[in-house]
């Protein structure tokens, strides 16, 4: 059976002496942890701090984003080496608000996800639609086109990957999908890995975001199609996120 993955993407929030109370909760209240993968998504120029103080534990931490360049005349970017550099072993790829806010389209998005696994790390690619597109039945299609964009350049791209939908209107809304409706777009999901390659459908994590609180998590990760969560609000909370791992161990 896939282990579950219990994500928090802390966004852009936090300093330094909130993320260090943060940082110490989590490892005073997280209990051993034998059935997720527990991992920590802080802004970039806190990820030293979270390595130094997650090293010793069963945490995992990653980059936000990336640029798919290993070095060079990018001012204000920060290459998928430096975050290897700094202990990641996931980097999110393509989230909603990079998508939205900063305009990043599906070749950008590529790149970086392939870049990501050429760096020997597990790109998390999100992925969802809007409540408009859901209303006008695309939703698909948009899955579709969205996912397909990353097999151009590799058909085995799924292998060691991880696939987060995030159905946009469920994000930081307060409004989460049911487990039922994740499901279905969930088996959707992984029969369109299964048409790119067999093999990776059986062992692609696809996992949920979108207003995943402590109140929701275990009736998320109770199914079976659902290999676990990726949470924004309630992973900056570190009692409400370690309800969320408790849920499963
Ligand atoms: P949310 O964010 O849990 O605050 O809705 C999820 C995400 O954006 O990954």
Same mark, same amino acid.
């Given at each position: 059976?896939?282990?579950?993955?219990?994500?928090?993407?802390?966004?852009?929030?936090?300093?330094?002496?909130?993320?260090?109370?943060?940082? =110490?909760?989590?490892?005073?209240?997280?209990?051993?942890?034998?059935? !997720?993968?527990?991992?920590?998504? $802080?802004?970039?120029?806190?990820?030293?701090?979270?390595?130094?103080?997650?090293?010793?534990?069963?945490?995992?931490?990653?980059?936000?984003?990336?640029?798919?360049?290993?070095? %060079?005349?990018?001012?204000?970017?920060? /290459?998928?080496?430096?975050?290897? =550099?700094?202990?990641?072993?996931?980097?999110?790829?393509? &989230?909603?608000?990079?998508?939205?806010?900063?305009?990043?389209?599906?070749?950008?998005?590529?790149?970086?996800?392939? &870049?990501?696994?050429?760096?020997?790390? +597990? $790109?998390?690619?999100? +992925? %969802?639609?809007?409540?408009?597109?859901?209303?006008?039945?695309?939703?698909?299609? +948009?899955?579709? /086109?969205?996912?397909?964009?990353?097999? *151009?350049?590799?058909?085995?791209?799924?292998?060691?990957?991880?696939?987060?939908?995030?159905?946009?209107?469920?994000?930081?809304?307060?409004?989460?999908?049911?487990?039922?409706?994740?499901? *279905?777009?969930?088996?959707?999901?992984?029969?369109?890995?299964?048409?790119?390659?067999?093999? =990776?459908?059986?062992?692609?994590?696809? +996992?949920? %975001?979108? /207003?995943?609180?402590?109140?929701?998590? !275990?009736?998320?990760?109770? /199914?079976? =199609?659902?290999?676990?969560?990726?949470?924004?609000?309630? !992973?900056?909370?570190?009692?409400?996120?370690?309800?969320?791992?408790?849920?499963?161990?």
């Amino acid at each position: 059976m896939r282990k579950k993955i219990i994500a928090g993407n802390w966004k852009m929030n936090g300093q330094t002496s909130s993320i260090n109370t943060l940082l =110490d909760e989590l490892k005073e209240l997280t209990p051993n942890t034998e059935n !997720s993968i527990n991992i920590i998504f $802080p802004p970039a120029i806190y990820l030293q701090q979270v390595k130094e103080a997650l090293s010793a534990t069963s945490f995992k931490w990653g980059g936000q984003n990336t640029y798919p360049q290993d070095k %060079g005349a990018y001012t204000g970017e920060i /290459s998928t080496v430096m975050l290897r =550099d700094m202990g990641c072993q996931y980097v999110l790829v393509g &989230h909603s608000e990079r998508r939205h806010i900063f305009a990043e389209n599906e070749k950008i998005i590529a790149e970086k996800f392939h &870049h990501v696994k050429e760096h020997g790390m +597990i $790109p998390i690619v999100c +992925i %969802g639609e809007t409540l408009e597109q859901r209303e006008q039945g695309q939703t698909e299609s +948009i899955l579709k /086109s969205q996912l397909l964009s990353l097999v *151009e350049a590799d058909s085995r791209c799924f292998n060691n990957s991880v696939i987060a939908y995030e159905p946009v209107w469920a994000i930081g809304t307060g409004k989460t999908a049911y487990p039922e409706q994740i499901g *279905e777009v969930h088996q959707y999901i992984r029969n369109l890995v299964a048409s790119v390659n067999k093999e =990776d459908a059986e062992s692609t994590a696809i +996992i949920y %975001g979108g /207003s995943v609180t402590e109140k929701n998590a !275990s009736a998320l990760l109770a /199914s079976a =199609d659902i290999d676990g969560v990726l949470v924004g609000g309630a !992973s900056l909370n570190a009692q409400q996120f370690v309800e969320i791992i408790t849920c499963i161990n």
